[in-house]
């Protein structure tokens, strides 16, 4: 057994030294990264006939830098005079990146104008493996039963949901989670809207809000 440890000890050591003694994590980056000019020139516009399809919102994540592992979900687009906007969630895997959206606006032709937004590259480093050790109802158990302790009176939980998903941190360490919605009700405190984020292997609450109170 210590034989063992220590074997472990010196291959930790060892991997340490090979990546001058900083972990690989993932990288957020704040759009936009790169000129219109360079983002036009890597995923030229489709033309008007595709504004809104599942082809542009292809090309829009090969013009962000995305990798064939990201794509991008729709959530809301609309058109003016000017050009078409979409805000898109990020997805790793088919999986939504919590939190994580970006913006692209295009002009009348379809060339890109404008990116806002973040995206996540190098998910892989932090989440080699997307299947779950938890299911979404014991992620749901752990999030009602957290939300009951940290706020007393909250009442009954109803109309739960959770959903897997990808949490990035403010040092860009990511992790694969359960985003658990649900409401309250019959509580001394008034009807509340909990979210609450639950790692998806261990269990751990990462992170509660109040959805009311934003």
């Not at 219109?36 to 595709?50: F, Q, T």
């Not at 962000?64 to 895997?93: A, H, N, V």
């Not at 480093?125 to 009951?148: C, K, M």
Request: aromatic content about 6%.
């Amino acid at each position: 057994m210590i034989k063992r440890s220590l074997a472990l000890t010196l291959v930790t050591v060892a991997c340490a030294l090979h990546t001058g003694g900083h972990a690989l994590a993932a990288e957020t980056q704040r759009l936009p990264g790169q000129g219109v000019d360079a983002i036009n020139k890597r995923a030229p516009p489709l033309g008007r006939a595709a504004k809104n399809s599942p082809q542009n919102a292809q090309r829009h994540a090969t013009a962000l830098g995305l990798g064939p592992e990201y794509s991008l979900r729709i959530k809301d687009y609309s058109e003016d005079q000017i050009g078409s906007y979409y805000r898109y969630i990020q997805l790793y895997r088919g999986i939504p990146i919590h939190g994580q959206q970006a913006v692209v606006s295009e002009d009348k032709e379809g060339r890109i104008r404008s990116t806002f937004g973040r995206v996540t590259k190098n998910v892989h480093r932090d989440v080699p493996n997307i299947q779950p050790r938890l299911s979404g109802s014991q992620a749901e158990y752990f999030a009602t039963q957290h939300w009951a302790r940290s706020v007393p009176g909250s009442g009954k939980p109803i109309m739960t949901t959770s959903e897997l998903s990808i949490a990035v941190d403010q040092a860009s360490k990511s992790r694969l989670v359960y985003v658990v919605s649900f409401g309250t009700e019959g509580g001394k405190v008034g009807p509340q809207s909990p979210e609450v984020v639950v790692d998806a292997n261990s269990g751990e609450v990462v992170s509660s809000a109040d959805r009311n109170r934003h």
